[in-house]
């Protein structure tokens, strides 16, 4: 069975972190670029976040968003991607979804092969 299943959602304060995790099973990350959207409350999903391209490419984008402020990361090892947040704002509180796709292209278009169901990440005081 695919799946891709992210935890490490929870509430923060401004200026503080966490990191997200996305676990996959049922298919190997190596060759499939992986991505990070958001949905906050009451609107649509945002255009992807960042993503890591296939091991074989290695390249990496980021939304202007974030930039700056979160990080990516891949462990191909354990199947699992990460996404670093630091210097947290309330306007990223949202539902932070993990994506995959074979190809980079759809993926930073908004298209995923597999995606996982959301955690939520809340930044208040």
């Known amino acids: 069975q695919v799946q891709l299943v992210e935890s490490g959602g929870g509430l923060v304060q401004p200026g503080g972190s966490l990191r997200l995790s996305c676990a996959a099973s049922?298919?190997?990350?190596?060759?499939?670029?992986l991505g990070w959207f958001r949905q906050a409350p009451g609107k649509e999903r945002e255009g992807v976040l960042c993503?890591?391209?296939?091991?074989?490419?290695?390249?990496?984008y980021y939304a202007d968003s974030v930039k700056g402020r979160f990080t990516i990361s891949r462990d191909n090892a354990n199947n699992t991607v990460y996404l670093q947040m630091n210097s947290l704002k309330p306007e990223d509180t949202a539902v932070y979804y993990c994506?995959?796709?074979?190809?980079?292209?759809?993926?930073?278009?908004?298209?995923?092969?597999?995606w996982g169901q959301g955690t939520q990440v809340t930044v208040s005081s």
């Open positions: 994506a995959a796709d074979s190809s980079w292209y759809d993926l930073a278009r908004g298209g995923a092969d597999y």
């Open positions: 049922g298919f190997t990350l190596d060759y499939y670029t």
């Open positions: 993503f890591s391209s296939s091991s074989s490419d290695g390249s990496t």
